[in-house]
């Protein structure tokens, strides 16, 4: 009887559910009157429903495959350890807590060594410009330090390693000397306002920027002939300390596209020369009698032309071209000649008289510092004083004056002007034809470079 019941019941709550879904508000409105006027049958029915006790329990189980493969939880948390290493470049303020800072270590150990340690304080602490790299345990103490930096052109670089001890913990340091390694980079660049902002993006070294500046000097105003979207590529050597680059090297090759005209260069060294020099990927030499500046590659204050006297304050011919530079930056002679004076002169202040071959003669004044005396013979290129501000000027720069018969003449006109030096010889046209080749392929890759880094 009571089966039968709740049979019954069930059968109708399910109507009623069939029902109350197809018509909600009818079936809304009917609950509310039942329970208005019939609470007594409601309770009736609803004691009607089997106890919950009584219902059948039925257990599911699923099996779940372990996460750790079998291996214990516990284990799981035996976590290998493992280094962090890093690399930077040290800065002239760099203190030892500065430097671990920025390298990631958190370690007063290592910060009270490095501020102890003579090495440390001696070639590292306030000493901008060298590479350092780091090896440090996950949890950030100091297990290495290495410092690494080239003190001369001898073709060795020293290296400063700060290392803790596995069995006590203690830092010992030590320095070694070893061997550069040398490396070609390939780089290219676009100009949107200057050669140095677009070597700056192109992240060249400035070193290599001035080379390239000289390079193509004698075929290229880069004062005033650079033009919007004019584009180059380069290969330059780098010198490098365990595979970390220390300093770049020479340009091995160059390639300058300058208002539709392109200009290329290589390096390259006779056999029996005693030096190498520049050439066109043709063969033709790239060296001419005179530089066009005595300075490397600097702003020009005050050009060959009419301007108004800063001292005497009146307008004149200015008969020569002012480099401005700081006091102290090297001058050098832009051809081979005699020192025909080297002293003080009226407002030239420190001044030298270099004289050339066909009555050519170059004046070098403002000098803070002169490097030669009367008679003594000179090569293009050497170094002969130093900017300053001696004699009329009214700050650091130098004056160049080029005479020709004893007559002014504008010295970058002069010097493009000038004679080129012999080409590559027969002898040596197979193997520069070669280099010449092999060049050409990477200044092709170069200017890939540069177009993947512009896009």
Not at 418 to 424: D, R
């Amino acid at each position: 009887m009571t089966n039968g019941l709740t049979t019954a019941c069930l059968t109708v709550l399910d109507r009623l559910s069939t029902i109350a879904s197809k018509h909600p508000k009818r079936i809304t409105a009917a609950i509310a009157t039942l329970l208005l006027t019939a609470g007594g049958g409601a309770f009736a029915v609803a004691n009607l429903a089997p106890d919950a006790s009584d219902l059948p329990v039925r257990t599911v189980a699923y099996p779940v495959e372990s996460l750790a493969s079998d291996t214990p939880l516990t284990a799981l948390l035996d976590i290998p350890s493992y280094s962090l290493y890093r690399t930077d470049q040290t800065r002239a303020n760099d203190s030892a807590e500065s430097i671990l800072q920025r390298m990631g270590v958190a370690d007063p150990a290592a910060a009270a060594f490095l501020r102890g340690d003579n090495l440390v304080r001696q070639n590292l602490l306030g000493r901008g410009g060298r590479s350092v790299s780091i090896e440090a345990t996950d949890d950030h103490r100091l297990v290495r330090m290495t410092a690494r930096w080239a003190p001369d052109d001898s073709g060795s670089f020293k290296r400063l390693v700060v290392e803790r001890a596995e069995g006590n913990g203690a830092f010992a340091s030590r320095i070694e000397t070893a061997p550069l390694s040398v490396g070609a980079r390939l780089a290219g660049g676009v100009i949107r306002s200057s050669l140095f902002a677009a070597t700056d993006a192109a992240n060249i070294p400035d070193a290599v920027a001035i080379q390239l500046a000289e390079v193509f000097s004698s075929n290229i105003d880069f004062h005033r002939a650079l033009r919007k979207e004019d584009r180059f590529s380069v290969v330059y050597e780098t010198l490098e300390a365990d595979g970390e680059p220390l300093r770049s090297g020479r340009v091995l090759s160059a390639e300058f596209h300058n208002n539709g005209k392109t200009h290329d260069a290589v390096w390259f060294q006779e056999p029996n020369a005693s030096k190498g020099a520049y050439y066109t990927l043709n063969g033709e030499s790239m060296r001419r009698a005179y530089l066009t500046s005595p300075v490397e590659f600097s702003r020009i204050s005050s050009g060959f032309q009419m301007r108004f006297h800063p001292i005497l304050q009146k307008w004149r011919a200015h008969l020569g071209t002012d480099f401005a530079a700081p006091t102290g930056t090297a001058v050098r002679t832009v051809g081979d000649g005699v020192v025909d004076f080297a002293g003080v002169q009226n407002g030239y202040g420190n001044v030298i008289y270099v004289k050339h071959r066909n009555q050519h003669v170059t004046v070098y004044a403002h000098l803070s510092r002169i490097d030669v005396r009367p008679g003594q013979s000179v090569e293009q290129g050497q170094k002969i004083g130093a900017v300053g501000a001696t004699g009329w000027a009214t700050g650091p720069h130098l004056h160049f004056e080029f005479r020709v018969n004893g007559q002014h003449q504008d010295p970058m006109t002069i010097a493009q002007q000038s004679e080129a030096a012999q080409p590559v010889s027969a002898a040596s046209r197979a193997a520069f034809s070669r280099l010449a080749s092999n060049m050409r392929v990477q200044l092709a890759s170069a200017a890939q470079v540069e177009v993947a880094s512009a896009e």
